[in-house]
């Protein structure tokens, strides 16, 4: 069955700190998805990456990064230059074919993301 | 433009009573997905919609729990006699196929007395 294990359950950081998020994951499918999650106080859960089981290369989208390593079935997520507005739980997610093909996410527990003015 | 929807925003009932949950999807998106958030359990997968097929009802965690989707849109998620441990934050997600990102809804606060 697929798992995501996010080990870190809150990280505190001083502002301008990089942070890095990590995120393991288990699956017995060649094909897969890995997503990550914000969900800011206010609660809305926002999307930020995918990326497909066949792609393992990194991505940079301005202070943050992902680094996704089939070897170890990681995909870890940084935040460079931390800043307050980075405040809040981020969920790592996989989707894979398992059950009916219906690809829905399993959601990691999230790690809650505090950074200090 | 609009991103999912869902109504009512909150909703408190007391134990024992139906509830209806709303979610308007993203216009042409046709996977459609319910989820649950509570604290002790994270967030669990309920059942997903795609087009005119039949839905995967796997994540539902009791017959209590019920949903349709009406022409390929709008679906509506159904808790019958309500228990205090369907008190979670229920999430609509849609996305253009199966296999995309899927974009949440604010979610609907069910609290049952």
């Known amino acids: 069955a697929q798992k995501v294990t996010q080990a870190q359950t809150e990280i505190s950081v001083v502002e301008k700190e990089d942070v890095t998020l990590d995120c393991v994951y288990e699956?017995?499918?060649?094909?897969?998805?890995l997503f990550w999650y914000k969900q800011p106080p206010s609660g809305e859960l926002v999307f930020l990456i995918r990326?497909?089981?066949?792609?393992?290369q990194n991505e940079i989208s301005g202070r943050y990064s992902w680094n996704f390593q089939k070897s170890t079935s990681s995909f870890n997520f940084t935040i460079t230059a931390s800043q307050v507005v980075d405040s809040a739980v981020y969920f790592c997610?996989?989707?894979?074919?398992?059950?009916?093909?219906?690809?829905?996410?399993?959601f990691g527990k999230g790690t809650k993301l505090s950074v200090i003015p | 433009g609009a991103g999912v929807s869902q109504s009512p925003s909150n909703k408190v009932t007391e134990k024992g009573k139906d509830v209806e949950l709303r979610c308007d999807p993203i216009?042409?998106?046709?996977?459609l997905y319910w989820y649950r958030q509570s604290l002790g359990q994270g967030l669990e997968f309920l059942i997903y919609?795609?087009?005119?097929?039949?839905?995967?009802k796997s994540g539902l965690p009791s017959d209590r729990f019920s949903a349709e989707r009406t022409g390929g849109s709008v679906s509506t998620l159904t808790i019958q006699r309500t228990q205090q441990e369907d008190s979670a934050v229920y999430l609509c997600?849609?996305?253009?196929?199966?296999?995309?990102?899927?974009?949440f809804g604010p979610g609907t606060r069910l609290t049952v007395t």
């Open positions: 997600a849609s996305s253009l196929q199966r296999t995309y990102e899927q974009y």
């Open positions: 699956t017995r499918d060649t094909t897969y998805y």
């Open positions: 990326r497909n089981s066949f792609d393992e």
């Open positions: 997610a996989l989707s894979d074919y398992s059950g009916a093909g219906s690809y829905q996410l399993t």
């Open positions: 216009s042409g998106h046709t996977a």
């Open positions: 919609f795609q087009g005119n097929s039949a839905p995967d």
